[in-house]
């Protein structure tokens, strides 16, 4: 991608975004990488990192392992492997390991259904393999300590073993020795000490004359004295030899082994540069969640539409300051290719203008941004801007002069892929010469098919962009009670500058605020003035649309409310229907049983009888068990009937009364009084029943009877 002039990424703020994402980074690869940071304009590209970045951010967030946990900056010992002749130490052998050890598991990690799942993050390692040859090559000669095995050669098993007995005799002469000068009282300390690679004792510098052998040294305070007692000085050279002998047998070793990896060499850095690039992918995802970056919609085409769109350094000093950050929402296309902002300075136009050239570049970076997903953003090859003071003191141009000249290098370079950015259209010069030049320049710049962001004050302007196709105006709401900017952009018309206002709520003279009205062109003021009442009056309409959303909502959320007691309400009858139905077939298949269970002690008392009275008693049973049942349906129903027509009253049974019978629940009235018993005319009938199985009834009205 072009820019123009050379510093238009510090004036955007990318080089703190990328010292953002520099902070991320763990390895040198990735360090690097985020310092010279490209900005691609090819599509492909820009996806597969937007892809890739996004997918980390999933597993970030979702917690899920990755398994790139290792911090690896072993370039130097890589060169190493591919220089003929040259040795890796064991610790360096230990990261080559581990490099081998990494990418093992990231392998072994993109299983098949991972590498459908993440296929951006698969593609990393699409075009290399796996050889598992190298960690056996390391796993044969060194150990999990990072110290070369006995067993690495035959030479190296013997020099060991060798070492491993002079050692061991060593010791015990050793401790032999001491023991005899510890009870002569010439031992200064029975502790061994080494000096110069032997093994020596310490005595107390007046005894040292006693002691026969090689003194090594003497202590800072003179008191004691190292020698190398005669006796083990043969021991100790033999030993020193096979030290040697070992060092030159490991060393070969390692040599041998560096140029077996010297094959590998370019595989080696490949695995080295994929560590750095997951780093780096990894870097990228946490500054997403950071800035709350999300993917948006790319496309091939030079288009803008941004929504909830935020300023990433703004949005973490906000975040940092538990400040709330106002989004922005621009869109420009084939229709309206140049957006004009105007309103009060302090407003938030400049930082308007950033936040799209800044996202812009991030996205072509690969870098995803703090917007809606539903944002879309097209590809540009070049970015243009002319931000603030651009005076010169070396060539002594004038800010004008130098803002001419930058717009003069506009209007040239910029094409149909140009993105360009201009903070104070026209600005520096006198307002009506400076306005006609800002006019010839915006419409040279929509006739080139670029796509920009103009801020500006002045009025020719406005009414310019009203009218011009390809050109359309946008105002920084502001708080006139409050006199305070709202940072909200307002597409579709001009803003006002609240000149007057602001001079008014500060407490400026009237007198002054009137005779500066005077000199004011009046067609000027009056428009001025409408753009202020106008912007007010939107600001109502859109209070008032606000509540109404709000009332819509709350009226759907209400009747969702009701929907569901309802469905909950049907939910909970049905649950007892079908529990009623359950209790009835369990009382059934209760009875059945109980049914069987006597039956088959009936037949089973039956088989075991012979006396003929016995049989007669157990056909009763049988008849009462089988026909019982009905006869108790019979007298549910007639209790049932008689229930829908009568209702109990009790009290005194007296002379007709109408009264129920309660063991064949019939309804009688009472003809006569004979003690304990009643006279009850049934039909045409008169029987006697005991007061006892009686109790008054009356008949229950016509509506009653129908419930």
Not at 578 to 585: A, D, E, S
Request: include cysteine; charged fraction near 30%.
């Amino acid at each position: 991608m072009k820019f123009f002039p050379e510093s238009a990424l510090v004036q955007l703020e990318f080089e703190k975004v990328k010292a953002l994402l520099e902070e991320h980074c763990k390895t040198l690869y990735a360090k690097e990488k985020a310092k010279e940071l490209r900005i691609h304009t090819r599509k492909e590209y820009i996806d597969l990192e937007l892809q890739q970045t996004h997918e980390y951010k999933m597993l970030v967030q979702y917690a899920q392992y990755f398994p790139n946990d290792h911090t690896l900056n072993i370039s130097k010992e890589l060169k190493l492997i591919g220089i003929p002749g040259a040795v890796l130490s064991e610790d360096q052998f230990m990261l080559v390991r581990k490099l081998a050890e990494s990418l093992q598991s990231i392998f072994r990690w993109f299983d098949s259904d991972r590498r459908t799942a993440y296929p951006a993050l698969s593609k990393v390692i699409a075009d290399t393999y796996y050889e598992k040859v190298i960690l056996e090559l390391i796993d044969d000669v060194i150990d999990e300590s990072g110290h070369v095995k006995d067993n690495a050669s035959e030479d190296l098993a013997r020099i060991r073993l060798n070492l491993y007995k002079r050692r061991t005799e060593l010791r015990r002469l050793f401790d032999r020795i001491v023991q005899k000068l510890v009870k002569a009282g010439h031992a200064a300390d029975i502790e061994e000490a080494f000096l110069n690679g032997r093994r020596v004792v310490a005595v107390y510098a007046e005894q040292k004359r006693q002691v026969k052998g090689i003194l090594h040294g003497e202590s800072d305070t003179r008191k004691t004295a190292f020698i190398e007692p005669e006796e083990t000085i043969e021991l100790n050279n033999e030993i020193f030899s096979l030290e040697n002998e070992e060092n030159r047998e490991v060393y070969r070793i390692l040599r041998e082994l560096t140029a077996k990896l010297s094959v590998y060499a370019p595989l080696l850095k490949t695995y080295y540069d994929i560590l750095g690039e997951y780093d780096f992918i990894r870097a990228k995802s946490k500054l997403a969640v950071d800035v709350n970056g999300n993917l948006p919609v790319l496309s091939d085409k030079a288009h803008v539409h941004l929504v909830q769109a935020y300023h990433p350094l703004l949005y973490l000093y906000n975040k940092r300051s538990q400040k709330p950050t106002m989004p922005v929402q621009v869109t420009l296309d084939e229709k309206n290719r140049i957006l004009v902002i105007s309103g009060p300075n302090a407003g938030g136009k400049t930082v308007t203008l950033k936040t799209v050239g800044l996202l812009q570049l991030m996205i072509q970076s690969g870098l995803l941004v703090p917007v809606h997903p539903t944002s879309q953003f097209g590809i540009f090859k070049q970015i243009m801007i002319h931000i603030g003071d651009t005076q010169s003191l070396e060539f002594e141009l004038s800010t004008y002069s130098s803002h001419l000249k930058n717009m003069k290098h506009f209007m040239e370079v910029a094409n149909g892929k140009t993105l360009f950015f201009i903070d104070e259209l026209g600005s520096g010069s006198d307002p009506n010469l400076g306005g006609a030049f800002a006019e010839v320049i915006l419409e040279e710049m929509v006739r080139k098919h670029s796509m920009g962001i103009v801020t500006t004050h002045y009025l020719n302007l406005k009414v310019m962009a009203n009218k011009t196709p390809g050109i359309i105006n946008g105002a920084m709401a502001f708080d006139e009670k409050n006199l305070l900017p709202m940072y909200k952009l307002i597409i579709g018309k001009p803003g006002s500058s609240y000149t007057f206002s602001i001079a008014e709520r500060i407490g400026l003279p009237p007198s002054l605020i009137t005779r500066a009205r005077q000199l004011v062109d009046e067609e000027h003021f009056r428009l001025d003035k409408l753009l202020n009442r106008t912007e007010q009056d939107l600001r109502e309409i859109e209070k008032k649309d606000k509540d109404l959303s709000k009332q819509l909502k709350d009226n759907e959320r209400i009747k969702k409310d009701m929907e569901t007691l309802i469905d909950k309400e049907r939910h909970y009858q049905q649950v007892e229907l079908l529990k009623h139905q359950n209790k009835v077939t369990e009382e059934r298949i209760a009875y059945l049983k109980d049914m069987e269970r006597k039956l088959k002690q009936i037949v089973l008392d039956w088989r075991k009888s012979n006396i003929e009275e016995d049989k007669k008693e157990l056909m009763r049973q049988l008849h009462a068990l089988l026909f019982g049942q009905n006869q108790k349906q019979t007298t549910e129903k007639v209790k049932k009937k008689i229930g829908s027509k009568y209702k109990e009253v009790g009290g005194e049974i007296v002379v007709g009364n109408k009264v129920l019978m309660k063991k064949n629940h019939q309804v009688g009235e009472v003809k006569e009084i004979r003690g304990r018993k009643a006279v009850v005319q049934l039909g045409l009938m008169p029987i006697t029943v005991d007061l006892a199985d009686l109790t008054v009834v009356t008949e229950k009205a016509p509506e009653q009877s129908q419930q």
